[in-house]
């Protein structure tokens, strides 16, 4: 009795086995990978793993590899070579841009366009890319302190992305528990960083976990059920997201609460509802002290609004279209505010939006997207345009000081 027990349960274990071992084969004849390029970290919640590399193929096709210090980016020496001029670029998954080649990057191209900037003449230019997808102006600041001083800019350029940076600045838009928010306390903007005291916090720094992170890189079936399990996660925020903006937006605009998956609406509409009030405070607040932070250390600063698609189709009839139905006269509130916040607080502001528009529409091209419409991350083409644009603007500002 006991030995037909024990055959039975070796015979299920051994089918089990054959059968993950065969699965496993046909992923890689397939050649099926989803590298885990995330880990946890102290101070943003997230970051990128050091060394892990691999192919993006979720939007667009890249191969990525994030290099020995966490980057999505060529190594770097943390000192600066006498002569050479650097430019920290802080954002999110459109500065982190895995759905884009390196070469391609906004970053790679304004580090290229500015070698010819006569401001510059006999200077090296060096663009190092702090973004990580799924930060807010919150952890862009806290990448700042942590990370980005190790590398002693000269310039920090904060790419500010209206579509979710706003949302991602407060706890009860964002529904995010694992990463830190900045709150008002007494009039100043204090750090909550109660993201670091749960249980399951813990865990994801073990030895576990990390054993954890080495077989996702050794197997495909792991990073398959990794992928699902990530897919699930995204889903079920973005409908509690969803539920949150359709209570607010049945208060102030007749239409539905989400465009495109991952971005809001209410960004176009002048708040009235206090979350979203909150989230312009926190958010210009957090950029005043960014600009702060940047000149005790003697560096310019400068933002550059980055685009939405439904901002900058080539048709301009469905971007009005889709402004009348917001109850608005066009979709340029979020970069109107941050300029206008630039020019009381002395932060240059390059709104990307107006000029992205205007080439969409006069070379009849989506700008985002790979499927041919206008939805998701910037396309190459998108990129070269952004950094050639930023260049002009940290070009002309050198040669008149911003």
């Given at each position: 009795?006991?030995?037909?027990?024990?055959?039975?349960?070796?015979?299920?274990?051994?089918?089990?086995?054959?059968?993950?071992?065969?699965?496993?084969?046909?992923?890689?004849?397939?050649?099926?990978?989803?590298?885990?390029?995330?880990?946890?970290?102290?101070?943003?919640?997230?970051?990128?793993?050091?060394?892990?590399?691999?192919?993006?193929?979720?939007?667009?096709?890249?191969?990525?590899?994030?290099?020995?210090?966490?980057?999505?980016?060529?190594?770097?020496?943390?000192?600066?070579?006498?002569?050479?001029?650097?430019?920290?670029?802080?954002?999110?998954?459109?500065?982190?841009?895995?759905?884009?080649?390196?070469?391609?990057?906004?970053?790679?191209?304004?580090?290229?366009?500015?070698?010819?900037?006569?401001?510059?003449?006999?200077?090296?230019?060096?663009?190092?890319?702090?973004?990580?997808?799924?930060?807010?102006?919150?952890?862009?600041?806290?990448?700042?302190?942590?990370?980005?001083?190790?590398?002693?800019?000269?310039?920090?350029?904060?790419?500010?992305?209206?579509?979710?940076?706003?949302?991602?600045?407060?706890?009860?838009?964002?529904?995010?528990?694992?990463?830190?928010?900045?709150?008002?306390?007494?009039?100043?903007?204090?750090?909550?960083?109660?993201?670091?005291?749960?249980?399951?916090?813990?865990?994801?720094?073990?030895?576990?976990?990390?054993?954890?992170?080495?077989?996702?890189?050794?197997?495909?079936?792991?990073?398959?059920?990794?992928?699902?399990?990530?897919?699930?996660?995204?889903?079920?925020?973005?409908?509690n997201q969803n539920t949150l903006a359709s209570e607010i937006v049945q208060n102030e605009a007749k239409v539905q609460?989400?465009?495109?998956?991952?971005?809001?609406?209410?960004?176009?509409?002048?708040?009235?509802?206090?979350?979203?009030?909150?989230?312009?405070?926190?958010?210009?607040?957090?950029?005043?002290?960014?600009?702060?932070?940047?000149?005790?250390?003697?560096?310019?600063?400068?933002?550059?609004?980055?685009?939405?698609?439904?901002?900058?189709?080539?048709?301009?009839?469905?971007?009005?279209?889709?402004?009348?139905?917001?109850?608005?006269?066009?979709?340029?509130?979020?970069?109107?505010?941050?300029?206008?916040?630039?020019?009381?607080?002395?932060?240059?502001?390059?709104?990307?939006?107006?000029?992205?528009?205007?080439?969409?529409?006069?070379?009849?091209?989506?700008?985002?997207?790979?499927?041919?419409?206008?939805?998701?991350?910037?396309?190459?083409?998108?990129?070269?345009?952004?950094?050639?644009?930023?260049?002009?603007?940290?070009?002309?500002?050198?040669?008149?000081?911003?």
């Amino acid at each position: 009795m006991l030995k037909g027990w024990i055959a039975n349960a070796f015979l299920v274990i051994a089918g089990t086995v054959i059968g993950i071992l065969l699965f496993e084969l046909a992923l890689r004849a397939i050649d099926y990978s989803s590298p885990n390029f995330y880990h946890s970290d102290l101070n943003t919640g997230s970051a990128l793993r050091a060394g892990a590399e691999g192919w993006w193929r979720k939007e667009g096709k890249s191969y990525v590899k994030i290099n020995s210090d966490g980057l999505r980016d060529r190594e770097h020496q943390k000192s600066k070579s006498s002569g050479t001029f650097r430019i920290a670029v802080l954002g999110d998954s459109y500065a982190e841009a895995m759905q884009a080649p390196m070469e391609d990057t906004f970053w790679k191209v304004l580090e290229l366009e500015l070698q010819t900037c006569p401001a510059f003449q006999g200077r090296q230019i060096e663009v190092i890319n702090f973004g990580v997808a799924g930060y807010g102006t919150a952890q862009e600041i806290l990448t700042l302190r942590h990370r980005s001083w190790d590398y002693s800019p000269d310039l920090v350029l904060l790419a500010f992305l209206s579509g979710n940076d706003l949302r991602n600045n407060v706890r009860a838009l964002d529904q995010d528990p694992m990463k830190p928010y900045f709150v008002y306390k007494d009039n100043a903007l204090v750090l909550d960083a109660s993201f670091q005291e749960p249980l399951g916090w813990r865990f994801r720094h073990s030895v576990m976990r990390n054993g954890g992170y080495w077989l996702i890189d050794h197997l495909r079936i792991l990073q398959l059920l990794n992928e699902a399990k990530e897919f699930i996660k995204s889903r079920i925020a973005q409908m509690n997201q969803n539920t949150l903006a359709s209570e607010i937006v049945q208060n102030e605009a007749k239409v539905q609460p989400q465009r495109e998956v991952g971005l809001d609406v209410m960004e176009y509409l002048e708040p009235t509802d206090p979350l979203w009030k909150e989230a312009w405070r926190v958010t210009e607040g957090l950029i005043v002290q960014m600009r702060n932070e940047v000149r005790e250390k003697g560096a310019d600063f400068i933002v550059v609004t980055l685009t939405n698609g439904d901002q900058v189709g080539p048709e301009p009839l469905q971007r009005s279209t889709y402004a009348q139905g917001l109850g608005v006269p066009d979709l340029l509130y979020p970069e109107r505010r941050i300029k206008s916040l630039g020019d009381r607080e002395g932060i240059p502001v390059l709104n990307l939006a107006q000029p992205f528009a205007a080439y969409a529409e006069q070379h009849k091209v989506f700008l985002h997207g790979f499927k041919n419409d206008g939805t998701g991350h910037w396309n190459a083409e998108g990129h070269h345009l952004a950094g050639k644009l930023i260049a002009e603007k940290i070009c002309a500002g050198h040669a008149n000081p911003i």
